[in-house]
């Protein structure tokens, strides 16, 4: 699928764990210059026990999709049937997708990446038959990434409290 300014979105796998293992390494260091330590810590993704683990279950255990410009990975995006188990959400009372990763490339903000692979996602649930798509995100701050999934098509549905990191749901029908 191409994209705005020359994305493509294309199927991710285990190959892809590294660039997606780099994207989510420099976004905490993003986040930590810009003074937010909360959302995902200080310490490097690839550092965390079971980080390295948890990324390459994504790309083979999720519906993961990667979005490229000229042909290197700037975005990522993990699609499963429900919330992570390690989640204080319940599952939909209907079938449903579940965005569990997105991230993009801090060195191309502002090219929509993020808004092309959440359209990706909203494709992809079209395509299974599926109308529900979900998502959970940090709700601190100053509510920025809460207003992003608004932008694209979200609603906030519930909020959630885990382990002191404050949570949003938010859910979106596509038709």
């Known amino acids: 699928m191409d994209g705005t300014h020359g994305i493509r979105i294309r199927p991710g796998g285990l190959a892809d764990a590294p660039a997606v293992l780099d994207m989510l390494d420099a976004a905490v260091i993003w986040m930590n210059d810009r003074g937010n330590t909360e959302q995902w810590g200080t310490t490097p993704y690839s550092q965390r026990p079971g980080g390295v683990e948890r990324v390459e279950r994504y790309t083979t255990e999720n519906s993961s999709y990667i979005a490229e410009l000229d042909g ?104």
């Open 72 to 175: 290197t990975p700037v975005g990522a995006l993990v699609l499963d049937c429900a919330p992570s188990p390690q989640m204080p959400i319940a599952p939909a009372e209907e079938p449903e997708r579940y965005v569990r990763l997105l991230i993009s490339d801090r060195q191309h903000t502002g090219l929509g990446i993020g808004a092309a692979l959440l359209a990706h996602a909203a494709e992809e649930t079209r395509r299974a038959g599926v109308t529900l798509l979900r998502v959970d995100c940090w709700a601190g701050g100053g509510g920025e990434l809460v207003a992003f999934y608004e932008r694209n098509g979200f609603t906030p549905t519930a909020r959630f409290l885990s382990e002191g990191w404050p949570g949003q749901v938010l859910a979106r029908r596509v038709v």
